[in-house]
C-alpha cells in the first residue's frame, strides 16, 4: 500500500548514504506536522538521530502528539530538540554562519558514524536583507549533508517566501516537496554552492531590495486600505443618518441604501432589479454622457404602481465603494415646490387673462346696456311684438350675466351662494343646449341614481361649468354621437361625469388642460376651461380629466354635497 506522506516516499526513494537535502514549501500547517511527525517516528523506528529544529510552541505539540502515539521521549535519547530562533538568528538578525551550532549539536552522532536526519523550520525576517546569509547557510549545511549522508529537509513557508528567494532556494537542495509531492530540483547544481563573485553578490542585493520596497509599498497600501475601510464606515453611518434618499449603485445593482431611501423606494433586495422604480432614471443617466461629464443636479420624476408622482433633484458623483467605482446619488423631494411653482405660473396667466377679461367686459357691457334701454322703449310701444321682445331681452340679459362672469376673472365681486339641485340644474343647460346638439345629430343623456342632489353653490356659475363642457364635448363630436351626463352620490361629495364620444387628447397634453390660452381647437382661446377649473375650485371641488385617444374624453366633477 502507497504511503500517503511525500516525505516517507522521498526519503525511501533518496538512496542511503549520499545525503539528500530536501527544500520543503508547506501551505497547510496541518499537513506540515503530519509530515513531521512521519519524519520523526521513521528516524526513531530505524534507530537514527534525529534534530527538529521549530518554534516552542510546535516542539510542545510535536512532543505531545509523539507521546500520544506510544513514544516515551525519556527513552529516546537520540531526538534533539531546538528553538528556531537560537537556531537561526544572532540576537534579531538571522545569521548563515548559525549552521555551525546545529552541526555541533548533532557531531557527538557524526563522531559514532551513526545515521542522520534533520528538520529545520526556517524563520525569514520581513525586512533584514537575508539572501545572501540564506545561501551562505545553505552552502555550509549542503556541505555537511553530502560528506556525512544525512537526510535534511529545510522548511519554509510557502504563503509568506517570495519566490525569487524559493528560486534561489531550489539552486541549493537536490529535493523539492510540497505538503502533498515531491521531485528533484531541476536548479539543483553543486557549483551555485561556490563563492559569489561579485556581480552575483550585486544581484542578490538588488533583487532583495526590491522586494524590501514592494514590502513597504504593500505595508503602506495595506493601511491605506484600513483607513479607507474605517472612512467608508463612517461614510456609511453618516449617510444612514441623512433626512434625504441616499443611494450607492453600481449600473443596475443597488450596494447601499440608506435608511430612508429604503422606506421612500421601498427597496427591500438591494440586488434586486425588476420593479425597480428607479431604473428608469440608472438608464437615462447611463446613456447621458452629458450626466457624467457635466455632474449637473438633474430633476426626475418617478412614478409609482399607485399612480402617485414624486419629483426630486438628484445630485450624482463618481465615488469609490469597497475598491471599486460607484455612483451615489442622492434625492431631495421637490415635489411640493413643482406644485407651487405650478400654481405661480397659473396665477401669473390668470393676471394676465383677467386683464384681458376685463377690456372684454367692459365693451361688451356699455353697447348691451345701450341695447336694452332701447328695447325698454320699444317695449311701450303698441305693436304685438311683446313675445319676441320678452325672448331678446332675456338673451342680452343672458350676455350681460356672462360678461359679469368674465369681468369676475379680473376682480373678486360678491356672489351668492345658495343651495341648488345639481341635477335640475344640469337639466336646465341640457335643455339649453338641446337644439344645438340636434342640430350636429348629437344626443345629451343624463343619468342620475337620485333626482334630489343639492350643493351649495352659485347656479349662474355652476351653469356655466357645465355649458362650456357639453359645448367642448359637441365641438369634438364632428360626427355626430352621444354625450352622455352620469350623476353619483359619492361618500365625498356629488360626482358629475361628462363623457364624449371626440377624437380624445393625446397624454403628453393631458397636463396642460385647463391652462389659460391653451385649446386643442383652431379657433378657441383656451378661457373656457380655464373658467370652469376656477370656479370648481373656488367651491372647493375637483375636476379631473381621462381620455384616450379614437375613444373620448371624461371630465369628472366632484363638490361638496350639502
Not at 153 to 177: D, R
Request: glycine share 6%; aromatic share 8%.
Amino acid at each position: 500500500m502507497r504511503d500517503n506522506f511525500p516525505i516517507t516516499r522521498l526519503t525511501h526513494f533518496c538512496k542511503q548514504g549520499t545525503g539528500t537535502h530536501i527544500l520543503y514549501m508547506y501551505n497547510e500547517i496541518d499537513q506540515y506536522m503530519a509530515n513531521a511527525v512521519r519524519f520523526i517516528i521513521d528516524g526513531l523506528v530505524n534507530r537514527e538521530a534525529v534534530l527538529f529544529v521549530d518554534t516552542e510552541h510546535r516542539i510542545a505539540a510535536m512532543r505531545e502528539e509523539l507521546e500520544s502515539r506510544g513514544f516515551p521521549l525519556e527513552r529516546y535519547h537520540n531526538l534533539i530538540f531546538t528553538d528556531s530562533a537560537r537556531a537561526y538568528y544572532a540576537g534579531d538578525r538571522f545569521d548563515g554562519g548559525q549552521a555551525g551550532k546545529l552541526i555541533d549539536l548533532i557531531q557527538p552522532f557524526v563522531e559514532k558514524n551513526e545515521k542522520i536526519r534533520t528538520w529545520g523550520q526556517v524563520l525569514l525576517p520581513d525586512r533584514d536583507v537575508v539572501l545572501e546569509q540564506l545561501r551562505t547557510f545553505e552552502y555550509h549545511s549542503d556541505h555537511f549533508i553530502e560528506r556525512t549522508g544525512t537526510i535534511s529537509v529545510c522548511a519554509y513557508n510557502g504563503l509568506t517566501t517570495p519566490a525569487y528567494i524559493q528560486n534561489e532556494l531550489l539552486k541549493s537542495h537536490n529535493y523539492f516537496m510540497t505538503d502533498t509531492e515531491f521531485s528533484a530540483s531541476p536548479l539543483y547544481s553543486r557549483d551555485h554552492l561556490a563563492t559569489f563573485n561579485g556581480e552575483e553578490l550585486d544581484r542578490l542585493r538588488r533583487l532583495e531590495q526590491q522586494m524590501i520596497e514592494l514590502k513597504d509599498h504593500n505595508d503602506r497600501l495595506t493601511v491605506e486600505n484600513k483607513l479607507i475601510a474605517q472612512n467608508e464606515q463612517k461614510v456609511r453611518i453618516i449617510i444612514d443618518q441623512l433626512p434625504i434618499p441616499v443611494i450607492i449603485r453600481r449600473k443596475a445593482r443597488i450596494l447601499f441604501q440608506n435608511g430612508v431611501a429604503q422606506r421612500i423606494f421601498t427597496i427591500n433586495d438591494e440586488d434586486a432589479v425588476e420593479g425597480n422604480l428607479l431604473l428608469p432614471f440608472f438608464d437615462a443617466y447611463d446613456t447621458d454622457p452629458a450626466a457624467v461629464e457635466d455632474k449637473k443636479v438633474h430633476q426626475h420624476e418617478l412614478s409609482y404602481k399607485n399612480g402617485k408622482k414624486t419629483h426630486y433633484l438628484i445630485q450624482s458623483i463618481e465615488t469609490m465603494y469597497e475598491g471599486e467605482a460607484a455612483i451615489l446619488h442622492s434625492f431631495v423631494d421637490i415635489t411640493h415646490e413643482k406644485e407651487s411653482e405650478k400654481l405661480i405660473l397659473r396665477s401669473e396667466k390668470l393676471n394676465i387673462a383677467g386683464e384681458l377679461a376685463a377690456g372684454i367686459a367692459h365693451e361688451l357691457r356699455n353697447p348691451l346696456t345701450a341695447i336694452k334701454g332701447f328695447f325698454r322703449m320699444l317695449k311701450t310701444s303698441n305693436d304685438k311684438k311683446q313675445l319676441y321682445y320678452s325672448v331678446i331681452e332675456e338673451e342680452l340679459s343672458r350676455i350681460e350675466q356672462i360678461s359679469s362672469e368674465l369681468l369676475s376673472l379680473a376682480k373678486p365681486h360678491s356672489e351668492s351662494r345658495s343651495d341648488h339641485n345639481l341635477v335640475q340644474l344640469i337639466r336646465e343647460v341640457a335643455i339649453l343646449l338641446t337644439p344645438q346638439a340636434n342640430w350636429g345629430n348629437m344626443q345629451i343623456e343624463i343619468q342620475s341614481d337620485q333626482e334630489q342632489l343639492y350643493v351649495h353653490c352659485e347656479d349662474t356659475k355652476m351653469k356655466q361649468v357645465f355649458i362650456n363642457l357639453i359645448k367642448n364635448a359637441m365641438d369634438a363630436m364632428s360626427h355626430g354621437g352621444t354625450i352622455s351626463i352620469v350623476i353619483r352620490q359619492q361618500p365625498d361629495g356629488v360626482q358629475v361625469q361628462v363623457t364624449d364620444e371626440g377624437s380624445g387628447i393625446p397624454p403628453q397634453l393631458l397636463n396642460k388642460i385647463g391652462e389659460p390660452f391653451y385649446t386643442t381647437k383652431e379657433k378657441g382661446t383656451g378661457l373656457g376651461l380655464m373658467v370652469c377649473f376656477q370656479i370648481i375650485e373656488s367651491h372647493a371641488g375637483t375636476i379631473h380629466v381621462d381620455s384616450k385617444v379614437g375613444i373620448g374624453t371624461t371630465f369628472t366633477i366632484i363638490l361638496p354635497h350639502v
